[in-house]
C-alpha cells in the first residue's frame, strides 16, 4: 500500500476518533474517559451515550464499558 493512503486512513480514523470524543463529552464523560472510549471503536458510541443517559455515573461507565 502507498505511504499516501497509509496517511489518509489514519487521519480518517484519527477523526472519527476526535468526533466520538466529542460526542461522550457532551454526553456528560470526562475528557479522559471519552478519549479511552473513543480510541476504542468496538465500544458501540450509542450504548456509550445511553448508559449516561440512563443515570449510569459517568465514573462508572467506562468500568462497564471497557
Do not use: F, N, S
Not at 13 to 42: F, N, S
Request: charged residues 35%; glycine residues 4%; proline residues 6%.
Amino acid at each position: 500500500m502507498p505511504a499516501a493512503e497509509v496517511d489518509i486512513r489514519e487521519t480518517e480514523i484519527d477523526r472519527i476518533t476526535r468526533w466520538r470524543a466529542d460526542a461522550l463529552e457532551r454526553a456528560g464523560y470526562d475528557r479522559r474517559a471519552a478519549a479511552k472510549i473513543a480510541e476504542r471503536h468496538e465500544v458501540d458510541l450509542h450504548k456509550a451515550v445511553q448508559l449516561i443517559e440512563q443515570g449510569c455515573p459517568p465514573e462508572l461507565a467506562p468500568d462497564i464499558l471497557l
